[in-house]
Every structure is written in C-alpha cells, then in structure tokens.
C-alpha cells in the first residue's frame, strides 16, 4: 500500500463546488416558496432577474467541479477495488446528477431571461417555476444513487473511515424520502420546505466537505501498480 498524491485537485474541486453553491444561492436573494402567488413569483423574477442568472452560472461552475469531485472519488474507489461494480455505479451516478443539473439551471435560466425579456409571459411564471422545483425534489433518488454506492464502496475498501459510509447511507436515505415528499403541497414537507428542500441538501454538503478534506489530505490507502492478478 503506499499514499496517493493525485487526488488532491479532485478535493479542491469539492470544496469549489461547496463554495460557488453557496454564494449562487446569496446572490439569488430570497427565492419565494412554490405555495406562493402568480403575482409574487413573477415579481421576484422581474426584479431580481440579473441575481438570479449569475447564480445559475455560479451554480453550473459548482456543478462541473462537483463532477470533477466524483471523478476523483470514482478513481480512488477503483484503485482500492478494481473488480467491483461500486466504482463504476459512483462515476455515473455523479454524472447523472451532473446532467439532471446542467438541464434544470438552464432551463431555469431560460425561463427567467425570456419571461423578463418578453414581460407578457410573467403571468404564467409560476407553473415552470414550481415545476422545476418539483424536479429538484426527485432528483433526490439520482443524489442517492452515488452515495449508496460509495458506501458500499467504503466498506469494501476502507478508502474512507467507515463513519463515512454509514454518513453516505444516511444522506442517500434522506435523499429518497425527501423524494416521496412531491404532493405535499404546503408546510415543512412540501418540496421546497425545511426539511425536504435544506436538509438532505445540507447534509449532502457536509459529506462532500468531509471527503473532499480526505481527499486533499492524500492519505488514502491506495494499492500500489502491479498488484492485479494474472488473467487467463
């Protein structure tokens, strides 16, 4: 076994994404609820509209860095495992949360350029608005699908303390249930409520922080070159 020094820019790239997120969502101001009136929805996109995509752009510069921290992870759990399928099921899943979004910031840029550009839609502003934070609130079982598996396969390589995979359960449990939330349609439940739309996502953030740290650490327990066995 010897220590890896190449996951180091995949560790920065965590902790970028963890940071642009952050200040997108400050400089998106305070979004209103989904539960909210046509007339405020509207009003929040027309008056915060140059806020709201720069936030967007902040949130797809997070998101590719975000993809590069998987990439990263997915190649630290393949040296330590290079027979399973828990590697593999980490890369994409991290790319599949990539895609899903790559598509909802541009939709939802989109929307707001065109509606503020031709005021005339603003009224109907509520519906793709609401719609793409129902999106948001199922594409918690893509979120779930690389965590499950880097749980997987932490207990199978010790890559990370094993704290860290029942963590990455946890956020992936969470991830589902928040999933089945979608008809609720008011209080702490409703998609973008308390406990629905911050709290897996805050978790989801501190296991991301808490890897990312392992990862520039350059600590982990890789094998060296050469232990693969013969085939054939």
């Known amino acids: 076994m010897k220590e890896s020094h190449e996951f180091r820019w995949g560790g920065l790239a965590g902790i970028g994404a963890l940071v642009l997120a952050f200040i997108g969502r400050l400089v998106m101001g305070n ?16 008056q915060y509209r140059a806020q709201v995509l720069m936030g967007a752009l902040l949130y797809a510069i997070a998101t590719a860095l975000f993809l590069w921290f998987g990439v990263a992870l997915a190649t630290a759990f393949r040296r330590a495992d290079e027979s399973g399928d828990a590697p593999a099921l980490v890369l994409a899943g991290y790319i ?16 707001t350029y ?3 550009a031709h005021r005339a839609l603003l009224p109907i502003a509520a519906g793709p608005y ?3 934070a129902v999106m948001g609130t199922i594409s ?5 699908v690389p965590f499950g598996a880097s749980a997987v396969a932490i207990m199978r390589t010790h890559v990370f303390p094993v704290w860290m995979a029942w ?7 969470l991830n589902v249930l928040a999933a089945f939330a979608v008809g609720i ?9 308390l406990l629905v739309g911050y709290l897996p996502g805050v978790l989801t953030g501190l296991w991301v922080l808490a890897a990312s740290g392992l990862l520039i650490r350059e600590h982990l327990p890789i094998p060296t070159a050469g232990t693969r066995p013969v085939m054939g």
């Open 31 to 46: 979004a209103p609820r989904i539960g909210e009136s046509t007339t405020t929805i509207a009003g929040y996109l027309s």
């Open 96 to 111: 599949l949360i990539s895609v899903i979004g790559f598509v909802g910031l541009s939709v939802f840029a989109g929307m």
């Open 114 to 116: 065109a509606m503020t």
């Open 130 to 132: 609401t719609a793409l």
């Open 140 to 144: 918690g079982i893509a979120v779930a």
């Open 167 to 173: 963590f990455a359960l946890l956020v992936a449990a």
């Open 185 to 193: 349609t008011g209080g702490v439940l409703a998609p973008d409520g």
